[in-house]
């Protein structure tokens, strides 16, 4: 059963040589378990009724991306945000009320 529920979340194949890592790799596994099934127990009452594994291939598309710019006083500009939600990702994060654009964008100047 813990092989069918390693790979439903995509977690397979891992490893571990010692038992405590194999214990804490059981745990995070059924904590995220369960996250997966509020989610998609949330989704479906918003009538979206796609597996996991369709969800993470909808969900693996938008990405984090990082722009660095030099300043003229030598310093460095750091801008991060996350590319443009796509249609399917957009009508997960409305059911899920979530924004559209996670962990919003962030500048550093270094």
């Known amino acids: 059963m813990f092989r069918s529920l390693k790979g439903e979340l995509g977690l397979r194949p891992v490893f571990h040589q010692k038992e405590n890592r194999s214990d804490g790799h059981l745990f995070i596994t059924v904590l995220a378990y369960q996250c997966v099934q509020v989610i998609r127990k949330t989704l479906k009452e918003q009538g979206i ?12 598309v938008q990405q984090r991306v990082t722009a660095s710019m030099q300043r003229s006083d030598g310093r460095s500009i750091h801008i991060r945000k996350s590319t443009k939600a796509e249609p399917a990702l957009m009508r997960i994060y409305q059911a ?14 270094a």
């Open 96 to 109: 899920l009320g979530i924004s559209e654009a996670p962990g919003g964008t962030k500048k550093l100047v």
């Open 49 to 60: 009724h796609d597996s996991w594994a369709t969800l993470r291939n909808t969900l693996s």
